[in-house]
Structures are given as structure tokens and as C-alpha cells.
């Protein structure tokens, strides 16, 4: 279970959940065409893909102990949590913009930005027309980590206290820029994984008990947020998927088939620069592909492991083979 002090189940929880997201990105606007099972299989994919991730931080935030720092080391919380996160938001989202702008006159780019001013205000105030919305986690995930100890001074100490109030955050209407809304809606995850951390053996034994139990619950959830999507809100499905997913996911990595797949934990361990550098790497592999043949009809069957390939291996071996020569960038992809 440990490798280094690391909680091996928790890294292989991240290899399943980058996956996911590799598989949600390799279409990015328009599907190909004659391939609905793909935009079902999509569909699906994020109704819980990124709740899972914010389980997954809060549980390691809340483990780690940084979710309840004295106040006197919140400054520096906050500048080791910038360097880790703003700083590659910024550096990544800004390639993204550049890679896209240069790039468009030549090859299929995907969410082209229309000039170089409208792709800043878009990357960091009207953030839902973002040219790089695949980085959105990162900046959220900071502020998250930095509220997260004053505001459980505020609340007693009291992560419950603290669920309460995200849940309200979850319902309430909240403006669309800054990813504030993002903010308000995927706290509440955080804040259950951060419980999940805190109720520690029982946790982990309700997941294993039940595993089963949770992942059929969860295809029954994801069922049910397709065929009644009229009645079922997406903030509600989005809510109800989400929940399941956590000790669904999290109980599956955990199964013996699962618990020593060092595929998974290979690339849970490199889940970060994964996430930073998929959508490049899958942009410039699908333009490249484009230029043979379209991505409609059958050639999907090609495009998409190929993308998938592209979207998973490709930040590893530039993180390892030019990342890894340039300290600044090594450390802030670790």
C-alpha cells in the first residue's frame, strides 16, 4: 500500500481519473460523425470525471494535514500553493493560447481564439469561452487549498460545518467569471474527500465492503442522468454521480485486480503533467491525423487510440525527456 510514504491506492485513483479525462478530451467540440456511442460514452464521462479529481485532492489535502494549518503558516501555504498551481496555470494556459494562435493559420486547431486579446480576457475573466478551459482545475484547486484553512478557523474546525456551507455554495447562482462558478461547484467534492480523509479505516471499509454495490450504483445514477435528463437537473446529476463515483472509483482501484496494476500507478504518478499537456498533445496529433484523413465514419476506431496514445504518453516522455532538463519546469510539473 505504501511506495515512499505514498498512498499507492490514491495514485492509482488519479491514473483511472486522468484516463478519464484523456478519454473526455480527445473530442473537444464537434463529435465525428456517425459515432454516438462516443458522445454517450462522453456524456457519461463527465458527469462524474471531475468530482472524482476534487474527492481526490481534498482527501489528499485533508491527509496531509495542509487543510488545517495554524494561521501563521497560511502565507506560506499560499505562495507554495501559487508556485504549484497558478504559476503552471498561467505558464501552460498561456502556451495553450500562443500554441493555438500560431498554429491556427496551418492546422485543424480546435477552440480557436479569434485574436490574442480575446483569448486573455477569455483564459481569465469570461472563463467559460476559455481557449485553454483544460487547465480550469488548477486555478480552481488553489483557491480551494487556500480558503480551505481559514474558513475551518471560521467554522470550528468543523468539517461538517464547512460540507454545509459548500452545498450551499452548490445551489446558489454564482457569476460565470474567474471560474468562480467552478469554484462554488466542485467545493463541495473537496470538502467530502477531505471527510473520506478524516474518517480514515471506516472509509476505506465501507468502500471495500461494498464495492460492487457502489460502481452498479453508479451505472444506475449515470443511467439515469441520460434517459432522464429532462427531469434530472445536470447540478443534480452532476451531484448525484459525483458522490457515487468516489468510493465506486476509489473501491475499484482497491480490488485485487486493480491494487498492484502498476500501468495505472505509472501514470497516476505523472497525472499532473498529464493533465497540463494532454489536450496539446492530443490537438497536435488529431491536426496531423486530419491532414490524411477526416475522423468521421469508421477512421474514429483509428483516431481515438491513437488520441488516446497522444493525450496519455506524450506528457510523459516531455516531461521526462525536456521537462526533466529544465529545474524550474521539472519541479513545477512534479
Not at 478530451?25 to 465525428?32: C, D, L, S, T
Not at 486547431?109 to 481557449?131: E, I, K, R
Not at 480551494?144 to 468539517?159: D, E, I, K, N, W
Not at 483516431?303 to 488516446?308: E, G, H, S
Amino acid at each position: 500500500m505504501q511506495n515512499n510514504n505514498r498512498r499507492e491506492d490514491l495514485d492509482r485513483a488519479k491514473g483511472l481519473g486522468i484516463l478519464l479525462v484523456v478519454l473526455g478530451h480527445i473530442v473537444a467540440r464537434q463529435p465525428p460523425l456517425h459515432n454516438e456511442w462516443y458522445v454517450v460514452l462522453k456524456y457519461a464521462i463527465y458527469q462524474f470525471h471531475m468530482p472524482f479529481f476534487m474527492y481526490l485532492s481534498g482527501y489528499v489535502t485533508f491527509l496531509s494535514g495542509a487543510a488545517r494549518l495554524p494561521s501563521q503558516a497560511w502565507p506560506k501555504l499560499a505562495a507554495r500553493r501559487a508556485s504549484r498551481l497558478l504559476l503552471p496555470f498561467v505558464i501552460f494556459g498561456l502556451t495553450i493560447v500562443a500554441g493555438k494562435l500560431l498554429l491556427g493559420p496551418y492546422l485543424h486547431v480546435d477552440n480557436l481564439p479569434m485574436s490574442a486579446g480575446q483569448a486573455l480576457s477569455a483564459l481569465l475573466w469570461d472563463t467559460d469561452h476559455s481557449p485553454a478551459t483544460s487547465v480550469w482545475y488548477i486555478a480552481v484547486l488553489f483557491v480551494l487549498c487556500v480558503s480551505t484553512p481559514p474558513l475551518l478557523r471560521l467554522l470550528a474546525g468543523r468539517t461538517r460545518n464547512l460540507l454545509l456551507l459548500t452545498v450551499a455554495l452548490y445551489v446558489l447562482p454564482v457569476p460565470h467569471v474567474m471560474y468562480l462558478d467552478r469554484v462554488a461547484g466542485y467545493y463541495v467534492f473537496f470538502v467530502l474527500g477531505g471527510l473520506a480523509a478524516e474518517a480514515g479505516e471506516h472509509w476505506l471499509g465501507i468502500m471495500d465492503r461494498h464495492v460492487r454495490g457502489w460502481l452498479a450504483a453508479l451505472v444506475a445514477a449515470l443511467a439515469a442522468s441520460y434517459f432522464l435528463s429532462t427531469w434530472l437537473t445536470h447540478p443534480a446529476a452532476l451531484f448525484l454521480c459525483g458522490v457515487i463515483s468516489m468510493p465506486a472509483l476509489h473501491g475499484l482501484v482497491r480490488l485485487p485486480a486493480l491494487s498492484k496494476a502498476q500501468g495505472l500507478l505509472l501514470v497516476g504518478c505523472y497525472s499532473f503533467v498529464i493533465y497540463l499537456l494532454n489536450t496539446p498533445c492530443i490537438g497536435l496529433a488529431k491536426a496531423l491525423l486530419w491532414k490524411l484523413m477526416p475522423w468521421d465514419g469508421l477512421n474514429f476506431l483509428l483516431y481515438a487510440p491513437v488520441l488516446m496514445a497522444a493525450g496519455t504518453f506524450g506528457p510523459i516522455l516531455i516531461k521526462r525527456h525536456l521537462l526533466r532538463r529544465i529545474p524550474a519546469l521539472d519541479r513545477m510539473t512534479a
